[in-house]
Each structure stands twice: as structure tokens, then as C-alpha cells.
């Protein structure tokens, strides 16, 4: 059974920097689509990225050119780092992993504050 755990989320003030981290256990992260959503408060979850296995990368538009997602096989974690951040990144952010045979996973989520 595939987990995720998410870590490194916290407070942060506007214009700093945070990177999360998806540690991911009872699989092999290189044979799956790896993603970070989030969902601010009162409102729906939203994607933020995407890593392809092979290490493609598509963002949303709201944090292109600010967050940058990876993923390192070898320790079989995903990372998503975060820059000029703004209040409105304000979120509970989950790390995903899809991949074959509608296998879907969910870490339970980091909160990141982004203050004024």
C-alpha cells in the first residue's frame, strides 16, 4: 500500500521562500505521475503541479515562474519549492501520486501560511 507523507510546510512572510517535501513508502515513486494540489480556506482544491515519471513539469498558472516541482527517485521523494510567495498561496497543500489502473493516492496535507 502506497503512503505519502507531506512536511515543510509553516509561516512564511510574503516574498519568502519554502520547500515541501512528499516522502513516499510501500512504492516505487519512478513508475508514477507525481502532483502538489492545495485548498485555501472556503474554497475547493486546486492543482498546482505536475512531474511527469519521465520529469516533465506543468504548473498552473497562478504559480508559474514561483514554484518549482521535482522529484528525486532515488529517495523516493517529491519536492515542491515554493518562492515569492504571496498571501494567496495561503493553503493546505497535498501531495498526489496517480498512476496505473486508476491507482490514486493523497498525502494528508502541510499548511502553508503566507503573512502580510
Known amino acids: 500500500q502506497v503512503q505519502l507523507v507531506e512536511s515543510g510546510g509553516g509561516l512564511v512572510q510574503s516574498g519568502g521562500s519554502l520547500r515541501l517535501s512528499c516522502a513516499a513508502s510501500?512504492?516505487?515513486?519512478?513508475?508514477?505521475?507525481m502532483g502538489w494540489y492545495r485548498q485555501a480556506p472556503g474554497k475547493e482544491r486546486e492543482w498546482v503541479a505536475t512531474?511527469?515519471?519521465?520529469?516533465?513539469?506543468t504548473y498552473a498558472n497562478s504559480v508559474k515562474g514561483r514554484f518549482t516541482i521535482a522529484r528525486d527517485n532515488a529517495k523516493n521523494t517529491a519536492y515542491l519549492q515554493m518562492n515569492s510567495l504571496i498571501p494567496e498561496d495561503t493553503a493546505v497543500y497535498y501531495c498526489?501520486?496517480?498512476?496505473?489502473?486508476?491507482?490514486?493516492?493523497w498525502g494528508q496535507g502541510t499548511l502553508v501560511t503566507v503573512s502580510s
Open positions: 498526489n501520486l496517480v498512476g496505473s489502473r486508476g491507482l490514486e493516492v
Open positions: 510501500g512504492s516505487e515513486i519512478r513508475m508514477y505521475v
Open positions: 512531474i511527469s515519471r519521465l520529469g516533465s513539469t
